[in-house]
């Protein structure tokens, strides 16, 4: 895949998400539906591999760049991550003043919530590839709960999935 594409395509991705992972639905639609560069064990992967190190939660896409064009479109996803963080401070400095505006607040609600829900709409289908069996939903609901309702880091809870699951196959007979 040509890189200036990846790069168009992760860019649009940041662009119109709030948050690191609410660019999934996105990066989903348009590299596993759309172009059809990755599948959906390779996106998982890529989620995996950038969520497992430390920095932020988008960082995923420098990832699926690479798998969509190697060296070339890891580079093309980092530039995708970074740009953002450039287009945003001029702006910050435009909306600065209607910050409290009613309608602004309002209408970043009501993109946050949709965020959300095309997070959901395409984790499910994720969810469908990697939850094969019932002990990996055991240890993805184990998971959620302890990053939901405790303190504990992230790094923690997915060593401890990974070698609670790797305990799983040397194990089994």
Known sequence: MNPLLVYL?????NLISFSGLASLPIVHADFVQQHRVLTERQLNT?????????????????SVGYRAAGVPGALAGYLAVITPAFLVIPL???LHQRASHPRLRSA???ILLSAAGLLLSASIPLGRDALTGW????I????FALLSFT???????????AAVGAGSVWMMP
């Open 151 to 161: 303190k504990v880091e992230t790094l923690w809870v997915i060593l401890a999935a």
């Open 9 to 13: 395509l992760l860019l649009k991705a």
């Open 108 to 110: 970043i609600r009501a």
């Open 140 to 143: 993805a609901a184990g998971s």
């Open 92 to 94: 910050l400095r435009l």
């Open 46 to 62: 890529a989620v995996a591999a950038g969520r497992s190190g430390p920095g932020p939660a988008g960082i995923y896409i420098v």
């Open 135 to 138: 002990f990996a939903v055991a």
